[in-house]
């Protein structure tokens, strides 16, 4: 049986609420019947969004996707615990979250096609989302930078007095950051109220973890910042909820950051433009579709009589049905006004920046629209 993660347990042991095979080794969390179902749609939810976003981004109808697939456990899980005030600070997957927490599917759509919808306005590539509603700040492809800036909002909050826990997510690969190190640094010796959430999913795109750090785990790189630290078994919904809720509940209560690191597995590539097989075997990847998140939570709300057996693919087919809706109506939707090029910047468009605007329609208008170039994309 796993130990009740208290921030302090050994660092080479993963706390676990649900085994491999979906039975319970330890207390479960206080969640309802409904709550508990709660979690297992929105991962599906998530494997059925990746499954539409990826097929269109192949048929070449949106640009570029990161998916999530074998990960949904970690990102869902651990999301839940936040409370309706607390802030969720992105690193690239956790988009399923924000549409858990608030933001509409729509909006969701919108961005991957860039349309008139796009709350961005076409600032951002593909699958960068942002919502104001669930506290969801844009992000960025370089990596770390959304760690300073996630713990300077929490101890903005601290000062403000403000009840809200600020949850910064990365990959293991950002452990190697600079923002990794200042912000964990900070973090500790302002006691600001956040979470740092590590999600070790094996490959920072073709680099394995292993050769990321000669530490023993990533957790123990919380001690040098005098903060604790949870190893968790990131295929383990319940699990990934529990350590979360724990690590909230310290930081809320203004006893400082801790570092919750989720153990899972990309299944897929880093994102749409890479091709895993050139970095990773088969035989790798084959013992880990044996974990596969969605399968264990389902097993044991079966065997705890809260699902019943085939309920999945109907929940799915519900799902796909929702996604394809939205996509045909994001697909219809006007595209992005040219116009936003120069909003939003001033509070009146200047001269030297209509003069440019001006000069663009003259060109578009006399040679037509640039055509797509055919480079790679790096990532």
């Given amino acids: 049986m796993s130990p009740t993660p208290t921030m302090s347990k050994s660092e080479l042991e993963l706390f676990q609420i649900l085994n491999h095979e979906g039975e319970l080794v330890d207390s479960l969390p206080k969640l309802s019947k409904k709550e508990l179902k709660h979690l297992l749609v929105s991962m599906l939810r998530v494997r059925c969004t990746d499954g539409r976003m990826l097929n269109l981004q192949r048929a070449g109808r949106v640009g570029f996707v990161g998916t999530s697939t074998g990960q949904e456990a970690a990102m869902i899980g651990s999301a839940a615990a936040l409370k309706k005030q607390d802030w969720l600070w992105s690193g690239l997957r956790e988009g399923g979250a924000a549409v858990m927490r608030g933001l509409p599917l729509s909006e969701y759509v919108a961005q991957m096609y860039c349309n008139a919808n796009d709350t961005a306005k076409g600032r951002q590539m593909c699958n960068h989302f942002q919502h104001k509603g669930s506290n969801y700040p844009s992000w960025s492809s370089v990596i770390g930078t959304q760690i300073p800036h996630g713990v300077g909002a929490a101890f903005a909050a601290k000062q403000r007095g403000m009840d809200e826990v600020h949850a910064i997510y990365f990959g293991d690969g950002a452990s190697s950051s600079n923002g990794f190190h200042s912000g964990m640094n900070f973090a500790a010796v302002w006691k600001a109220p956040c979470v740092f959430v590590l999600v070790n999913n094996g490959w920072a795109i073709s680099v394995p973890a292993r050769d990321q750090t000669r530490a023993a785990t990533f957790g123990a790189k919380a001690k040098a910042y005098g903060m604790p630290a949870v190893e968790v078994d990131g295929n383990d919904a319940l699990a990934c909820y529990e350590a979360t809720r724990l690590a909230c509940e310290r930081a809320r209560k203004g006893e ?66 929702e996604i394809d809706a939205v996509i045909h109506e994001q697909e219809a939707a006007d595209p992005m006004s040219w116009r936003t090029l120069v909003e939003d910047v001033y509070s009146e468009v200047p001269a030297h920046l209509r003069h440019q605007y001006n000069e663009f329609l003259r060109i578009e208008e006399s040679y037509g629209e640039a055509r797509p170039g055919d480079g790679a994309f790096p990532l």
């Fill in 256 to 321: 400082g950051p801790g570092l919750v690191v989720l153990n899972t597995y990309r299944m897929a590539g880093h994102s749409s433009s890479d091709d895993p097989t050139k970095y990773r075997t088969e035989e790798e990847v084959q013992p880990w579709l044996d974990r596969d998140p969605i399968a264990r939570l389902e097993t044991f709300l079966i065997g705890k009589g809260q699902l019943k057996k085939g309920e999945v693919k109907t929940i799915i087919d519900e799902l796909n049905t």
